[in-house]
């Protein structure tokens, strides 16, 4: 009887050998897997500030191009007066070309005349 239990106590520390070296594996195997997941953590940490900084440009570049944008629509507004004014200074060329003509038409009659009469005498 006394080797049928030390056969059983063998069995039973047997079995917490195994056990605890299975133990000891996932022990060693979640230490791995902690220290991967830690140096990713890290690198995922070390972009976001990279990222963060990226966006802080992104907003100042995006508040230089708002502010750009608002001088264009100022000049842009002052192009459409300034093009208002000089059709009106066309249409007010366009109108002493064509008095001009009116006179020169006149002025070119009266030389004729003037030939004409030279011409007779």
Do not use: F, P, Y
Not at 8 to 25: E, F, P, V, Y
Not at 61 to 82: F, P
């Amino acid at each position: 009887m006394e080797a049928g239990l030390r056969a059983s106590i063998d069995r039973d520390l047997a079995t917490i050998a195994q056990r605890q070296s299975a133990a000891n594996h996932l022990i060693q195997a979640l230490a791995i897997t902690q220290a991967e997941h830690t140096t990713m953590l890290e690198a995922l940490q070390s972009d976001l500030g990279t990222v963060r900084q990226d966006v802080g440009t992104l907003k100042i570049d995006v508040g230089d191009m708002k502010s750009d944008v608002s001088v264009l629509k100022t000049d842009v507004g002052d192009m459409k007066s300034d093009v208002g004014v000089l059709k009106s200074d066309v249409g007010v060329l366009k109108s002493d070309v064509g008095v001009l003509k009116g006179q020169m038409s006149s002025v070119h009659d009266k030389l004729d005349r003037i030939l004409t009469t030279l011409e007779r005498d």
